[in-house]
């Protein structure tokens, strides 16, 4: 029997965060047949993340972020909400056969937070010197890849495309989008997390 105060009511809010942060590099734990909780993890550098992310779902969650030291020395924060059958229906959607996949509801799904912080979790600058970014989607497939690089077309107007890598394909959002994507995003970014965004561009005189 599921608990009731194990059933989520989701903020707006939070639904745009999960959504970013799984089509980055957050994890859904399956606890039994239609109960799941979502895993949060990064580098203590990106404690100001982890714990934003955590107030976020603090409401979801019974415990604080937790400090983790691996065997090498590398040290992590992470939490984990309570497990919630109110999960299942988004683990039904990025989860196929336990690998995660690209829903075809993120034609829908895709707003300029969830762009936000699916950039917080998985983008970086492609230089120093360009305007150009990286959003790092090396664990879809080419064509789920290339379905994503339409919808950001689609959806935002933004030039991107396919970049193949030894480790599977990333997107690449032309530094011709720079101002739009800025428009977008750059208001949700955290403090900590604006050095993987590119600086303005010069003003011609």
Known sequence: MIKEENKFNFTEEQKEVLIGLLLGDGHLEQMSEVTYRLKIEQSVEKSEYINHLYEIFKDCCSREPILKIKPNGNRSLFFQT???LSLNFYAKQFYKDKIKVIPSL???WLTPRVLAYWYMDDGSLKSKESKGTILNTQGFTK???E???ELLKTKFNLEAKIRSQKD???IYISGHSYELLKSLIYEYLLDSMKYKFPLDRKTKI
């Open 168 to 170: 599977g394909y990333q």
């Open 143 to 145: 064509t789920e890849v």
């Open 82 to 84: 309570k497990t919630s």
């Open 106 to 108: 993120s034609t829908r």
């Open 147 to 149: 379905f994503l690089i």
